[in-house]
């Protein structure tokens, strides 16, 4: 091999080498791949009040510190939601979609007289206004204490059912 060609092959090779390293450490050093799809927000508001009516009455009252709109869904932070036979229903995250309102963290359920409920998840179907926490809950009215998991409760007649029940009542 002659000289010259000794020293093409050589600054080849560094020039591979040069190129290898600087594509490592430009993907070393790039943002993270993720594969969650970017949220597009259609419209987001702070302190919100949503009132929803139909020609004669006001069907219910939505509050929430942020809310905005994603494609079919709302999404809620620090939501307050009240009807007719609700009191109040709260929980640190909510999504609404579908006529359901899907509560996340923190949930409370009160009831115009009687029990609060506590939960970290439930579903709430404003059609057929039914509550359902599919998972463990507890329920406080003054000493009294009830313990559950899997509730449905009918806001229309006020029916509960609840499985794995406890409770503990104080009878004065």
Known sequence: ?????KIKSILAIISIVIVLVLSIYQLKNSNEITLKPKILKEVEF?????VEVDATSILNTTYST????VKDSIIMRDMRFSNSSILLLKSKKAIDKN??????DDVEFHRDIGFIYYTTQA???KNSEILNIDDKFK??????LFLGSDMEYDTKIGAIT???TD?????K
């Open 99 to 104: 006529s359901k309102i899907y509560l996340y």
């Open 139 to 144: 329920a406080i009215r003054g000493d009294d």
């Open 167 to 171: 409770s503990i009542f104080i009878l």
């Open 46 to 50: 702070k302190d919100s009040k949503i």
């Open 1 to 5: 091999m002659t000289q010259r060609r």
């Open 123 to 125: 579903i709430y179907n």
């Open 162 to 164: 609840a499985k794995n």
């Open 66 to 69: 942020i809310l905005y709109r």
